[in-house]
């Protein structure tokens, strides 16, 4: 019963956020998002590896969530913007799979192959972006947002699995 409410939770979570998230105001969001990037990117910046977003746009877009953005660099710092008219690329997934992404319990490559992720546009400058994040050493993080990342993606990890494949999956161990 707790693995049903667990599963039901993480597959729920991103419509019951939708609406909260749609009430914060784009620059509280805004603030927040070139806050973490800035840290979690510090040493990227810092060597230049974002050298290749000069002057050019990704828009990310959290599909379950309805919720985009465009990141650029312009000198050395990333900008993120809430509207454009166009872009060079674009990632596209949902909430939980970027959780998963981001806490490395899924591979991005793995997530395209089955549509889960979704790369449009320069297929080369979504290459890099894909390479620089592959490249982020989650020991760089501070522990306690490593340790809330991890556990976190875990969660989700664990609650996307249907009752049903745990049950498979010990009856096989």
């Not at 667990?6 to 784009?26: G, M, N």
């Not at 379950?64 to 660099?73: A, E, N, P, Y």
């Not at 710092?77 to 949902?94: I, M, R």
């Not at 875990?154 to 996307?160: N, S």
Request: net charge negative; aromatic share 6%; proline share 3%.
């Amino acid at each position: 019963m707790l693995k049903n409410l667990h599963h039901k939770l993480v597959l729920q979570a991103p419509q019951l956020l939708r609406l909260p998230v749609s009430l914060i105001p784009f620059a509280a969001k805004k603030a927040a998002m070139v806050f973490i990037l800035q840290r979690v990117f510090k040493e990227a910046l810092e060597d230049g590896d974002f050298e290749f977003l000069e002057d050019r746009l990704l828009k990310v877009s959290v599909d379950d969530l309805q919720l985009s953005c465009f990141i650029t660099l312009q000198q050395g710092q990333l900008l993120v913007q809430e509207q454009s008219d166009s872009f060079d690329v674009s990632f596209a997934a949902g909430l939980n799979d970027l959780i998963l992404i981001a806490g490395r319990k899924e591979d991005p490559d793995s997530l395209f192959f089955q549509r889960r992720l979704r790369i449009e546009g320069d297929t080369e400058l979504g290459l890099e972006v894909k390479n620089l994040i592959d490249s982020l050493d989650l020991d760089e993080l501070p522990k306690i947002v490593r340790l809330a990342l991890n556990d976190l993606a875990l969660f989700v990890q664990k609650g996307i699995q249907t009752p049903e494949m745990t049950l498979e999956r010990a009856a096989t161990i």
